[in-house]
């Protein structure tokens, strides 16, 4: 009889490596160095490139929220953070998504475990070394019942 392999689609992967993560399966050589940020205080490390990418109205119209993008020259990777604008907390099911040009992405919250953000999504970060290559960003808001959209398109190439 032929054995058949189950091939695990990228959110499941997703999925599988967080559980590691959680059991305590993967260590990383920086997390016994210092203790985890409470969820709140988490931020992407590396440089901002000063740009803000304003998440779009149905209209076209910024607002709703706002992502930055970061490089992280050591690690090679790319970080990004979708916030609630202003800070008030009256935004709900924030999503947000990081793309590279290899195909490999990240999402918060996972589908496997859909959360309703209300003052940001984030930080994600690249998998890999993405050193030349450019990133994509989505994500969306809801704001006094009205969505708001982010896509950003090819960024932070080279």
């Not at 189950?6 to 160095?33: F, W």
């Not at 709140?40 to 779009?56: L, M, P, R």
Request: charged content about 15%.
């Amino acid at each position: 009889m032929k054995r058949l392999k189950k091939r695990l689609h990228k959110p499941q992967l997703l999925g599988v490596g967080v559980m590691a993560l959680l059991l305590g399966l993967v260590v990383s050589p920086t997390a016994q160095a210092a203790p985890a940020a409470a969820p709140a205080a988490e931020q992407c490390t590396g440089s901002w490139d000063g740009i803000t990418y304003w998440a779009k109205s149905p209209a076209g119209r910024n607002g709703g929220g706002y992502a930055r993008t970061y490089w992280n020259s050591s690690t090679k990777q790319n970080c990004v953070k979708f916030w609630s604008s202003p800070y008030d907390g009256l935004a709900s099911h924030i999503t947000l998504a990081i793309f590279d040009e290899s195909g490999d992405y990240s999402i918060d919250p996972p589908k496997e475990h859909p959360a309703n953000h209300r003052y940001y999504a984030g930080p994600l970060y690249t998998w890999f070394d993405s050193t030349g290559q450019c990133i994509s960003v989505s994500g969306s808001l809801v704001r006094g019942g009205v969505t708001y959209r982010l896509n950003t398109g090819p960024i932070r190439c080279g």
